[in-house]
């Protein structure tokens, strides 16, 4: 079975510092996807950024960038130059190639002015 | 496009009572999800369907029932509401998992309160 861990329930940054939020998964396949949602107080999930486990580059999105160590089986993400904006709860998920999501218990990042 | 539609937004129910969550989507995905968020847990699978016409039990789907009788909508049905089923529900889409791009979609959520 597959499983999602997120340590961190809660973290903060300050406005324009810089944050990592860690998840690590447990899976014995070789070939499956890992995700970040982001879901901001009006509940709506978003899509931060995404990586194939197959690809060793770490994918990055704008200030959004990963760090995937697939032999760990670890994916954080780190956001750049924080913004007000940012303030979320933040899911990591893993999906296999078949066709179910597994999430995160999700992480709670504040943004400190 | 709307995407990926909820109705109703919010609900109250008394215990007992029955309801149908409806999930419709334009983008002409082949798969759907229905899960639940509650504090602490992240969100969980219920069922979730791969085609019109089918249907799956996901992580826990006991007290829900769903149908996919149109491609386009996924309904989740609570026969008999208990004050366990409290939560955020939330559908999803996604394309094809056997597609190059793999991302799921989701609604804006349904606040489901049972008294």
Known sequence: ?????????????????????????DTSESDYYLFWYKQPPSRQMI????????????????????NFQKAAKSFSLK?????????????CAFSNTGNQFYFGTGTSLTVIP | NAGVTQTPKFRVLKTGQSMTLLCAQDMNHEYMYWYRQ???MGLRLIHYSVGEGTTAKGEVPDGYNVSRLKKQNFLLGLESAAPSQTSVYFCATEKNPQSSYNEQFFGPGTRLTVL
């Open chain 1, 1 to 25: 079975a597959q499983t999602v861990t997120q340590s961190q329930p809660e973290m903060s940054v300050q406005e324009a510092e810089t944050v990592t939020l860690s998840c690590t998964y």
């Open chain 1, 47 to 66: 899509l931060v950024i995404r990586q194939e486990a197959y690809k060793q580059q770490n994918a990055t999105e704008n200030r959004f960038s990963v």
């Open chain 1, 79 to 91: 956001i750049s130059d924080s913004q007000l904006g940012d303030a979320a709860m933040y899911f």
């Open chain 2, 38 to 40: 509650d504090p602490g």
